[in-house]
């Protein structure tokens, strides 16, 4: 999931945006909800890119990528994951990701994390679809250029005086 990279979540702020391209005053992003605004945020402001995100486990040293949790999410519960966020309480976020990541660390992994986490899945499933297609046959699909034969260069000819 190399296409995390141009993703990313700003501290404060709901939803998922697209970094566009570095700014003089912060970083150009556009807002992945039905809105698509682009805005200029702060140098100052908590940008986490969601290719650099990972999940605390149980073994202190070792944590799950997000890309993981998000291919397994894809692999257990298809193109989205239907919960009903106003009435669960805490244990049924755990016993949710208990499922996807039986491993996880509960001290440390909190229940916001995991709404957060399934948000942003659904979020990514219906905006960004070809995240979840396997590199090799996103390989595949891409076609190398048609090799034309070389046209000989023009000659240049003086002109006459």
Do not use: C
Request: proline letters at 6%; hydrophobic letters at 35%.
């Amino acid at each position: 999931m190399e296409g995390l990279k141009d993703v990313a979540h700003i501290a404060g702020r709901p939803g998922l945006f697209k970094i566009i391209k570095p700014g003089r005053a912060g970083v150009i992003v556009e807002s992945m909800d039905s809105i698509g605004k682009k805005e200029i945020v702060n140098a100052n402001a908590k940008v986490s890119v969601l290719k650099d995100i990972s999940i605390y486990s149980e073994d202190y040293d070792k944590s799950t990528p997000l890309s993981e949790i998000f291919q397994t999410i894809r692999n257990l519960k298809g193109n989205s994951v239907e919960f009903d966020h106003k009435n669960a309480d805490p244990k049924s976020y755990f016993s949710f990701f208990a499922e996807i990541m039986p491993d996880f660390d509960t001290e440390r992994v909190y229940s916001s994390d995991i709404k957060k986490i399934i948000q942003w899945y659904n979020l990514l499933s219906a905006q960004m679809p070809e995240l979840f297609t396997p590199a090799e046959i996103v390989e595949d699909t891409k076609e190398e250029p048609a090799k034309e034969a070389k046209k000989p260069a023009a000659k240049k000819t003086k002109a006459a005086k």
